[in-house]
């Protein structure tokens, strides 16, 4: 079939709706950056309250959302299968616009000013949570979505806009923040600024949600459900009625029953689906990401300097992650893997370096740059393609939230053990993410087929081999 003669105005519509869960991914995730320091004034997170401890309180703080992002993770394969993508992401939309308004306002419902600190700490790490379990939904199941109503030969390309949507989403967030604080008082931005920060996430939330209302189940879904005419409807306006039965045809002969085991097509998958999952954290992205502002103050940078850094971060992000985007359906989804870390290991073992020589300065924002580049260019958005589209459909909604699963997990560690490590040894910790940076490389290189072209039915024959 030629790309011309898909319908290209439904399917890139379904895709933006679907993309919207990306972009609060992005957003509930770095929203915390700009709120790093308040947070921590607001809640008396110093060594006065907590004592040693308060590093640790601190960082766990900031990656609260993370553990309901793992939850999320984990139950995204039950929502999936049970609910449907559709209905999944509806869930995920309301938990999100809850999160929001909760994180603003911890005190709200439950509580009030007058409430001990230490309740309104507890208050706002649940709510956090809240929204984690949205993003480890969303992370799952938008990929999953965009991947089962895409066409094969597009298919990378459509599930890639996904990540973009997801760095889109930060650096609109970067820009929220920074409008938030620019020009005010430190005492109001410790006290009501870092409110409006995580406010500002619920009128995405809900925008979100209404228009889920308006796009449709994924045909594979509905096909797993016994719903033949309605899949059938649904490939026609994607592919035309003549490709759509063919398409239908070859979805039945891979649902034998609506699931099948996990294990149903051995380990290999699962584990590769894991580790791609992994070494997507492992090299330490999100430690860029969450803690950005707060890495370039610690290199020398202003505060309304490293707000800027890390704008011009966020189009840089964007930028190299649309080489992705244009490049993946055409080269392959394992070369740009392999390219990407390789720059991330130059990257971070370059900062690694010029931490030990104390180096700081422009030298250290290029090779930020290179390294967060490399990242997007490759296992950004192409770690979700792999997983949204490497599973047999039978077995994709509960390997998905097992690889999703393990992918925050990993963000987890990485993200709650950066303030420790960096207090140890910054130079010891950028080669550690260089080292992982190595070692994706050589697994990409050994473990991971390519699937380029390849349709969803296809994986099916690849692993039952």
Sequence with gaps: MKTQEINKFFIVGVTLVATLGGLLFGYDTAVISGAVDPIKVFFQLDAAHYGDAATFYHGATVSSALIGCIIGGMISGI????????????????????????????????????????????SFNVYRIIGGIGVGLASAICPMYIAEMAPAEIRGKLVSWNQFAIIFGMLVVYFVNYFIVYGKDPVWINSEGWRLMFLSESFVAATFGILLIFVPETPRYLALAHQDDKALSILSKINGSVKAKAILSEIKETVHEKVEKVLTYGWKVLIIGILLSVFQQAVGINVVLYYAPTIFKGLGFGNDAAMWQTVIMGVINIIFTLVAIFTVDKFGRKPLLIIGSVGMAIGMF??????????????????????????MMSWGPICWVLISEIFPNTIRGKAVAIAVAAQWIANFVVSSTFPSLEAFSITFTYVLYGVMSVLSAIFVWKMVPETKGKTLEDMTKLWGK
């Design 350 to 375: 370059a900062i690694g370096a010029l931490a030990h020589l104390q180096i700081i300065g422009v030298s250290t924002l290029i090779f930020i740059v290179i390294y967060t580049a490399a990242f």
């Design 79 to 122: 929502f999936a299968t049970n609910f449907g993508r559709k209905k999944s992401l509806i869930i995920a939309s309301i938990l999100f616009f809850i999160s929001a308004v909760g994180s603003g306002f911890p005190e709200m419902i439950f509580f009030d000013s007058s409430t001990e600190i230490s309740t309104l700490l507890a």
